[in-house]
Structures are given as C-alpha cells and as structure tokens.
C-alpha cells in the first residue's frame, strides 16, 4: 500500500503482510524508518503496538483473578502484543484491520489509518473489545534512522518531568525518578513538550500524540525509537496502570510524524 504527498516531495510504503507496518517513509529523497531487520520484526519500520506495549514480565498477568500467560517473544518477557507479527488485512485506502485472537485470550479488532500529507504523516490505532471486557495498552513504535543520507547525525530533543526507573529484569518498578543522561530503553512520564529529532542539514522530524507515556530506545548506535504509549511496560501488572475496555467499547492512539526540511 503506497501513500504519496499531493505534491510528491513525500511517500510512504504500509506493508500488510509486515505486521501491518509503515515499511518506509521517504522525504524529499530521504528514507526516515530503519530497514527490514535480520533479527524479526521488533526492529524496523514504524508498527503498532497491540493489544499491550512494552514488556509483559515473564509473559504472564493476572486479571479479573485469571491468570494469562503469552507467547515470551522477547525471553523471558512478551513485548509489544500481537499484531507486528502477523498480516493485516487491507479494508480501503489507507486503512487495515485484524481480529485479536490467540494467543490474545480475550478477542476484540484493531485497525489502523493513514493519511499523508507534504508535511505530515498521520497514523490512528483503534482497538475495540469483543463480548469480553479486556485490559489494553496501546503504542507506535517508530525505528528511525540515525544517519540519514545527507546531513549530520540525528540528534533528540527532549523534555521529560520524570522516568520510571527499570529493576534489574529491565522493566518499571512503580518508583518516578529523576532521568538520567542517555542512553536509554526507558519509560518517561510528564513530557509536555513535543519530542523532536534534528537531522542538522537534512530534516527536523517532531513526533505528536496525546499520550501519558513515552518509551525512548536510543541504545542502538544505529537508530531512534520514540514511542507514544496509552501505559507503561508491565501496565497489565501494575496496580492502578491497566485501561480496561468493556465489551465493545474502544480507544484509539494517534501519532503524528510532522517534518520541516533543513538546508
């Protein structure tokens, strides 16, 4: 599926058999997202994180005192739900959808719409519960390239009130701290202002969504991941963390990429 500008200066390839990813976004002949990766599906394009974001500890959360246990596809935890490691379904223009089955327990659809413009691209991420109320947490993950292929290093602006610090396994512990300098693979809170990449001599790229949690990975020499959340990693285990979908009822998550080219 291919999304062209109005005026061509933009372009972006959606790949329904790749998780339902944006598998590119070229502008002005540079391409943003980081290529397919050897390593499977957690490290390139731009997907969606569902029905859950982040890490799940061990794979297993209890709700409405059942226990549930996932597919740990990032030993020993389960990340970033289900739908980048199947195919979506293309339902029109710009739009995807796929049933939440197993190994999701609870049912439910997600889908997804984009919309690109000369200066923008514009993605929304709905879910829906089934006859079954459900816990969800919802998220982009967009892997950006850090060097482009002109212009210097991309450089992240970014303002955060407080992290969520990691225990030993890598996940939130609960406990708001103060951030440390990067790197990072860490769970921020209190960011009211937009996060925003600078290419210099290349593009500036601010990322836009009304979200309580962003996810920041900068850890890999050759990329930039930041991540609007609904919740923090592990939310489903976390007193007080977890949205609760009743039957039927929905959400959604809106990520806006908007950039401004720079001589």
Known sequence: MRLDSPSGVASA?????????????????????APQATEGPLAWG??????WAGRIRDGRFVFRDA???????LPPHAIHGVGCERPWQVLGDGRLGIDLTEPWPFGGRATQTFAITDDSLRMTLRVEAGTRDMPVALGWHPCLRRQLARGAPGELSFEPGWMWQRDASG???GTRVAPPPGPWDDAFGGVTTTPVIRWPRAIELALEADCPVWVVYTERADQICVEPQTGIPNAFNTVGEPTVLSAGESTELTLTVRWSLRR
Request: aromatic share 8%; net charge negative.
């Open 13 to 33: 390839i959606v790949s329904p058999a790749d998780g339902g990813r944006i598998a590119s976004l070229v502008v002005d002949g540079m391409e943003l997202f």
């Open 46 to 51: 731009c997907y969606a994180t569902v029905p």
């Open 67 to 73: 226990t549930y246990d996932l597919p740990r596809n």
């Open 171 to 173: 996940i939130p512990d």
